[in-house]
Nanobody, 124 residues
């Protein structure tokens, strides 16, 4: 059974940093495109960052230069390093496995597997 277990969320002051982790099991992690999404109440879920099996990365414009997605294939853990956090980054963040796109010019669509979500709150 596929499991995605997230950790690392919390409360931080604006300008601070957090590192989210997603421990994956039940998937061929090294050959799977992984990503982080976020969703605030009343908003659509949006892609924050994605990383392909080959290590290629994609970021939302709003986090470009501040966030970094990475993975450890040996440990099957996905990470999201979040720096220079802003109050507007406050969201529930979700790990997702199996993202896909039909071409390099297309938007990613989420895979079927989701973590439970972890709350990130940024205060000023």
């Amino acid at each position: 059974q596929v499991q995605l277990v997230e950790s690392g969320g919390g409360l931080v002051q604006a300008g601070g940093s957090l590192r989210l982790s997603c421990a994956a099991s039940g998937i061929t992690f090294s050959s799977t495109t992984m990503g982080w999404y976020r969703q605030a109440p009343g908003n659509q879920r949006e892609l924050v960052a994605a990383i392909s099996a080959g290590g290629r990365t994609k970021y939302a414009d709003s986090v470009q230069g501040r966030f970094a997605i990475s993975k450890d294939d040996a440990k099957t853990i996905l990470y999201l390093q979040m720096n220079s956090l802003k109050p507007e980054d406050t969201n529930v963040y979700y790990c997702n496995a199996g993202l896909f796109r039909y071409s390099v010019d297309s938007d990613y669509r989420p895979g079927a597997y989701w973590g439970q979500g972890t709350q990130v709150t940024v205060y000023s």
